[in-house]
């Protein structure tokens, strides 16, 4: 008996997906829906028996998690059982091309993910934890009353002081933190 594997994606909805592995042929009781009833990952594979070579998707491989930690587990627990992946929307794919294409999409958001738990682990949100760091690697450089004089000083233009000083203490840097408006 075959068996198809369904989990909710941005782009690829259920629904959508299942009718993908209805038309390839399967059968209702052979796809498992993750949260449709008591179904998960756990009681696919408890419901795999002798003979079972192929497990359906109808999306990439990111219906095996969010992150690539996830997918490579969940792959691993199944190429332990013998079970080969097949993507029926290309049943020629290869399985380093299915790996390929789902860490490539689980990469674009991975940088936005990073960020947010920066941020957390900071104890602000967003932005503002950003802007924490990057004061706090301008103030390990040099001390913050320093590089207002030496922006005070009146030989000296806003493209001197960003020169003297060097990276991370750009012209627009200087202006907005240490000119005369800053806060």
């Given at each position: 008996m075959e068996k198809a594997w369904v989990r909710k994606l941005w782009g690829h909805p259920v629904e959508a997906q299942i009718k993908l592995l209805k038309d390839y042929g399967l059968k209702d009781r052979e796809i498992y829906v993750e949260g449709?009833?008591?179904?998960?990952?756990a009681g696919l594979l408890r419901s795999l028996r002798p003979g079972d070579d192929i497990l359906h998707i109808a999306a990439d491989l990111r219906v095996f998690g969010d992150s690539r930690?996830?997918?490579l587990g969940k792959t691993d627990q199944l190429e332990m059982r013998g079970?080969?992946?097949l993507d029926v929307r290309d049943e020629n794919a290869k399985f380093s091309a299915l790996l390929d294409r789902a860490l490539g999409e689980v990469s674009k958001y991975a940088r936005f993910?990073?960020?947010v738990g920066k941020a957390k682990q900071i104890?602000?949100?967003g932005g503002e934890g950003k802007?924490?760091?990057a004061k706090?690697?301008?103030d390990a450089l040099m001390h913050e009353e320093i590089v207002r004089r030496l922006v005070a000083h009146p030989k000296l233009t806003w493209e001197d002081c960003a020169d003297i000083l060097g990276p991370p203490f750009t012209i627009s840097t200087l202006r907005r933190h240490?000119?005369?408006k800053a806060k």
């Open positions: 449709r009833g008591a179904e998960d990952f930690k996830e997918i079970l080969r992946v993910r990073g960020r104890g602000r949100k802007a924490v760091a706090a690697k301008r240490y000119g005369p």
